[in-house]
């Protein structure tokens, strides 16, 4: 008979799905409340969406205990910038500054996968899409998470972005209007807790937009 032993891991997987749409003048970033390990769930009511400046938002799946320490590092260094250039970082700063924070840790990673959303300096929406390793692309759209593989086919069927190889570049913001993007983003969360036991309880929306950051919720199936 083969031995058996306990492996112990420095990660979990806490599970839950990330979406991010970026318009013409908003930016739509939404998550599940449901945090799990294993077939437990620990909590219904976990927020994954953190506000990191005034407009610019991020949502994070993976290994919560790792989401919480990159939000700290993240919150220190943004203070630091604030102290030494009296503004707010923009939201493409903030995607260098996480790219770089996640690449720092690159032998031993956090343990998240993000989707940052928010406005850039024209006012515009935008969405930056991470690996653990911080390697990130500029997009019109995005998920990350458990639910990811269901809900990014949808998301393409629907909202396809031209090719990056296209010459002249192509606009990467989908045509959407804001509640469009409200509408789809709640849709494609009801369709994904059907199929995803780790996605469901409750949908958490924020809207970013020039006037400032609104927040909606949506009840999800619970079992």
Known sequence: MTKQQANWSPYDNNGGSCVAIAGADYCVIAADTRMSTGYNILTREYSK?????DKCVMASS???????????QLAARHLIYQHQH???????????LL??????????PYYSFNVLGGLDNEGKGCVFTYDAVGSYEKVGYSSQGSGSTLIMPFLDNQLKSPSPLLLPVQDAVTPLVEAEAVNLVKTV??????????????????V??????RREYMELRKD
């Open 49 to 53: 969406i953190c506000k990191l400046a």
């Open 62 to 72: 993976g290994f919560q205990a790792d989401v919480k320490a990159l939000q700290k």
């Open 86 to 96: 009296n503004k707010q970082m923009n939201c493409p700063a903030m995607a260098q």
């Open 99 to 108: 790219s770089n924070t996640l690449y720092y840790k690159r032998f031993f």
């Open 189 to 206: 969360f009801a369709s994904a807790s059907e199929r995803d036991i780790y996605t469901g309880d409750k949908l958490e929306i924020v």
């Open 208 to 213: 970013v937009t020039a006037d400032g950051i």
